[in-house]
């Protein structure tokens, strides 16, 4: 692997160790924010590794996904992970503060599905 495809991942994997921490102190919103990032360094990881090319300046967790292939199923979970990259961070998203938007059941999804996207990444760049 290069080495920046290599320190996108690791990135990735320690954001999504700071997602699970914060899990335990519930803090939810926080949870969700580190989620969105690992799973976009993972996909930009991969994105380098497939296309031998810089990853794209973007925050879209579909772009990326379909760019590098992941399967169907995993589609509908980037799209509700890809707003929490500005939702979890702004007020005027939700005309209230982030921190009160998110909740447990719904992190506790975040982290099974982001583990399975690591996973699908890492298993993608074993082949590469």
């Known amino acids: 692997m290069r080495k920046d495809s290599a320190m996108w991942l690791e990135q990735a ?15 939810w919103y926080v949870v969700a924010f580190f ?3 690992a799973v976009e360094k993972a996909l930009k990881a ?5 296309k031998r090319d810089v990853a794209p300046s973007t925050h879209s967790l579909v772009y990326l996904g379909h760019e ?10 980037l799209k509700n992970l890809s707003t ?6 702004y007020p005027d998203v939700f ?7 998110y909740v447990k059941e719904a992190v506790e999804d975040y ?18």
Request: one cysteine or more.
């Open 111 to 128: 982290l099974k599905y982001t583990e399975k996207v690591l996973q699908w990444v890492k298993s993608k760049l074993k082949k590469q």
């Open 84 to 89: 929490d990259f500005v939702a979890t961070r």
């Open 35 to 37: 989620c969105q990032q």
């Open 68 to 77: 590098v292939g992941i399967p169907s199923k995993y589609i509908f979970f």
């Open 13 to 27: 994997d320690k954001d999504f160790e700071v997602a699970k921490k914060n899990f335990q102190l519930k803090e």
């Open 46 to 50: 991969l994105y380098q590794e497939k």
């Open 95 to 101: 005309d209230e503060v982030p921190y009160r938007q």
